[in-house]
């Protein structure tokens, strides 16, 4: 068994990870469990965390503990307030909250990042800002990422440090429309449709006002179908597509047409990872896929910066 | 009582309506039941028309029966084919279908409307093809339409025919969001916050490109009321704003800004016509709301193109 310096846990709304690290950032374990913070019965956390992560206490007592994601919420187990970006890691470091299990381990966790769009409007983020910090240290270059899920996330960097982000309900918009929707019930078939999935990108990304948005858009799923221009077994891909069309056209948007040019650093499990990357491919945007564990590649960066590791 | 010369059925997805008319169109007697196309039991309509018209016909034997709605699409009764736009009375007259009931009743079903966009996109409507001839005969002078709904349609008439017109699933993308996102269940309390409306609607309407679309913007829906700038009580107007501002601000596209400068006839409900109003207002777009029978009127319109009445 190697030494081990480090336990980083990703614990999310319905996905824990836990990862056991060398004092390099090196994962020597890792485990995964239904145990997201939805599922954990009453709140029991510091039973969750004993039960997961208790035999690599035991091994090894003393081990800092640094924890990210939606574990730190008002619905987690501990808050942490937002941190303002822009933010790097010094700055997760200063707003790591410190708290001590029933079992008295100590725990530090991340602080979830807040931002101001340019109308105003407020956004957050929890968890993504530690997977950020870990693509920056495999690849300071960086400038642009998104990290596709339920709310996807677009994420500007500058010189360092976490500059602004945008949310989009791409996900969750097309979890609800595929399970609750008419557009769902005329879906057929499991099969994939490439020819489908692109065509519905090009449209949400078409910009003529005439095209409406994406409101007068989702009916095109059913339209097309009705007159044979799209088969049922393609309104699922098509869908899919489209919503990935629209994200991309108003994160342009968002982030700016320059922004996009340097190209963008996907963040992500690897099927959703290839959407994007057809997608962007359409959308002229050029992108590479982050390959590493980026969560806790990030939870590494942090706990050295906080001069956790021995 | 009165002599008739009409039934007129609009008998859509979930709702059926009938009504006993004189010569004039005047509504003499109006039924109303749970027995729209999904709720009668192996498409029994043969059945679920007598048992809701039968009475009037053997009071007066062999009034003309004019149906109009999803009944005649593929999943109703009879299928009757699209017919394309520009379409007038005339045009629907044409498209009528003839058919026999078991009983021998003689009905003629309405053909629903189909149009291609600038985008080459289908769409189509069954049932407000007929409203809109009711209105017309009300009000000749309209040029756009507004009827809002599960899917919500804006029309353009041109030289008394319905021109063209767009869908934007407004409604239903209400609907899923409010009983299956994360933004529903965020949602408090079933008082009205007209403020939250207002605001809603007025973000839905933005055009700045940094704000995005519709899928960074529902976002917003959460992330105001997580920084205490939006009651949890008012999530649900915010949220209704939001979707009807952006309908407005697509639809402008769709249908042009010169075509809103004459103003809008809104053709549905009173409390969903007052949440229109008030959007429309916000941008500043004039509007009324048709107070009549649409489709009764417009059933009578045809039947009487048609020679129908006695």
Not at 69 to 77: D, E, H, L, T, V
Not at 97 to 112: E, M, Q, S
Not at 190 to 204: C, K, L, P, S
Request: one cysteine or more.
């Amino acid at each position: 068994m190697s030494a081990s310096a480090l336990i980083g846990l990703d614990w999310g709304t319905t996905s824990f990870r836990a990862y056991r690290m060398t004092a390099d950032g090196d994962v020597i374990e890792r485990k995964e469990a239904p145990a997201g913070i939805l599922q954990v019965p009453e709140r029991r956390f510091d039973e969750a965390f004993a039960a997961q992560v208790g035999p690599w206490l035991t091994a090894e007592p003393g081990l800092p503990v640094v924890a990210s994601g939606m574990i730190g919420s008002r619905q987690g187990w501990v808050e942490v307030p937002y941190a303002p970006c822009p933010a790097g890691s010094a700055d997760l470091v200063n707003g790591l909250l410190h708290h001590r299990t029933a079992g008295g381990v100590d725990i530090r966790f991340v602080p979830g990042l807040s931002v101001r769009g340019q109308d105003g409007v407020p956004d957050v983020m929890r968890g993504e800002e530690t997977q950020i910090l870990g693509v920056l240290a495999a690849r300071p270059e960086t400038r642009l990422l998104v990290l596709p899920g339920t709310h996807s996330k677009w994420v500007t960097v500058e010189n360092g440090r976490i500059d602004g982000f945008a949310t989009f309900m791409t996900g969750e918009l097309f979890a609800v429309l595929r399970q609750h929707s008419i557009l769902g019930r005329l879906m057929q078939g499991a099969e994939t449709d490439d020819e489908a999935f692109e065509r519905g990108v090009r449209f949400g990304l078409a910009t003529e006002a005439g095209s409406g948005g994406l409101l007068r858009r989702l009916f095109s799923a059913r339209t097309l179908g009705l007159f044979d221009e799209l088969p049922a077994t393609g309104i699922n891909d098509y869908l899919s597509g489209l919503l990935l069309g629209a994200e991309l056209r108003e994160a342009r948007g968002c982030v700016g047409e320059a922004a996009t040019r340097a190209g963008v650093v996907i963040v992500g499990g690897a099927a959703l990872a290839d959407r994007y990357r057809r997608a962007l491919a359409l959308a002229d945007i050029a992108c590479e896929t982050f390959e590493g564990e980026a969560a806790a590649r990030g939870q590494w960066v942090i706990a050295r910066a906080a001069g956790l590791l021995r």
